[in-house]
């Protein structure tokens, strides 16, 4: 906190619709304080991103890092362009950087339906998806990107490593979240998402799943193999609450659940640590549509909702927590009524359509 009720957000928006999504998603948020009053917002936009890989060398400045560092939270767009790769023929991610720089140990991916937008599943139970992915993003299968392992163009290789300080952490993360939602009026349940059968460093982290189960008798626990998830998470994803898995695991399982309530557009996310908190939508640039006003920025937003109750629980101010729920209310009665209509399910609002008609929603609230 600076001084006062001013919070500082470092805005990384990033590359392909990382950008538009951010305008309006600060828009969004200008309008939104100003009429609740919760907290002035001083936003600083900083450079990172593929695009200023290209321009400058560097992906992720030290400026933009130590920016990062000092604000009271980070929204971030999305980075990435697939013509912009390593040697190693991998993309540029700096957010992947900036999670290990900042140690944001717990990606928090909520999978909420929300009613009025397209679902793929036909059983009406899909209306009650409410899940949580915590994924561990500090180790696992992206323990060695950045580092090239490709021998004499032979042979590649990453290392899954999962250590017992990285596991207790993040599934330390997903029972306390699991007991806030129990408080909320959700099953208490955690799902330890692994390959336990094959994998020793997966079996090692459903050791200690178990193992941090003891302490939180309260909370059901079950184990499950991440194929059977997939498989699960699909023929019933309304019988889940929180689970926790590896990195890579994670990554999948996001987009998958994503999928399940629509489409990447819908789908927030938090990248939490200690000390620091990122803000961003699950999806990526997504090159195809950028540019063209066609990117849905209601993960964008969702994320906004996720910071702003973050901000209130960690500096103890009831009003951005009050604001939070005005904005996320807005979102889901645009969807319910018909209001919001966006061009990524077929409908005519573009990206900045849409962030009007959230401003109108708040506007009318
Ligand atoms: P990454 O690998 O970083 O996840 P990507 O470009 O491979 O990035 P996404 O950007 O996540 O994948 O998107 C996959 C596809 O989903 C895009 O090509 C786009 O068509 C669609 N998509 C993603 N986000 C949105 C959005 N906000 N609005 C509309 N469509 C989207």
Redesign the pocket.
């Known amino acids: 906190m600076n001084n006062g009720n001013e919070l500082q957000i470092a805005v990384l928006a990033g590359d392909?619709?990382g950008i538009e999504?951010m305008s309006v998603c600060l828009e969004v948020l200008d309008m939104l304080c100003r009429r609740t009053a919760a907290v002035k917002l001083d936003v600083v936009s900083m450079p990172a991103g593929a695009g200023y890989y290209r321009d400058t060398g560097t992906a992720l400045p030290q400026e933009t890092l130590e920016v990062a560092r000092r604000a009271d939270a980070v929204l971030f767009g999305?980075?990435?362009l697939?013509e912009v790769r390593t040697a190693e023929g991998t993309?540029i991610?700096p957010q992947l950087d900036l999670r290990l720089a900042l140690d944001l140990y717990a990606g928090v991916r909520p999978i909420r339906t929300i009613a009025g937008a397209p679902t793929p599943l036909a059983d009406p139970r899909a209306a009650e998806i409410d899940l949580v992915i915590v994924r561990e993003q500090t180790e696992g299968l992206f323990s060695d990107v950045g580092q090239a392992r490709v021998r004499n163009d032979a042979v590649a290789v990453d290392r899954m490593v999962i250590s017992r300080k990285g596991s207790e952490r993040v599934v330390e993360f997903a029972f306390k979240l699991a007991e806030q939602r129990k408080r909320d009026g959700r099953p208490g349940h955690v799902t330890c998402v692994d390959k336990a059968n094959v994998l020793a460093s997966t079996a090692f982290f459903r050791k200690i799943f178990k193992q941090r189960a003891e302490l939180y008798p309260e909370i059901k626990t079950d184990c499950m193999y991440v194929d059977a998830a997939s498989l699960n998470l699909v023929r019933a994803p309304w019988r889940f609450d929180v689970l926790v898995t590896e990195n890579m695991f994670g990554d999948i399982l996001s987009?998958l659940c994503a999928g399940l309530i629509g489409?990447?557009?819908l789908a927030p996310s938090a990248d939490i640590g200690d000390e620091h908190g990122v803000f961003q939508?699950?999806?990526?640039?997504?090159?195809?549509?950028a540019g063209k006003d066609?990117?849905?920025?209601?993960?964008?937003l969702l994320s906004a909702v996720l910071m702003l109750e973050w901000l209130s629980h960690r500096h103890g101010i009831d009003a951005l927590n009050q604001a939070a729920h005005l904005l996320e209310s807005a979102i889901h009665r645009g969807y319910s009524e018909g209001a919001i209509r966006?061009?990524?399910f077929g409908g005519p609002d573009g990206?900045r359509a849409v962030g009007q008609k959230v401003i109108e929603l708040i506007e009318n609230a």
């Open positions: 392909g619709i999504i999305a980075m990435g697939p993309e991610q987009d489409g990447m557009g939508p699950c999806h990526g640039t997504a090159p195809d549509i066609l990117a849905n920025p209601t993960a964008m966006p061009a990524e990206t």
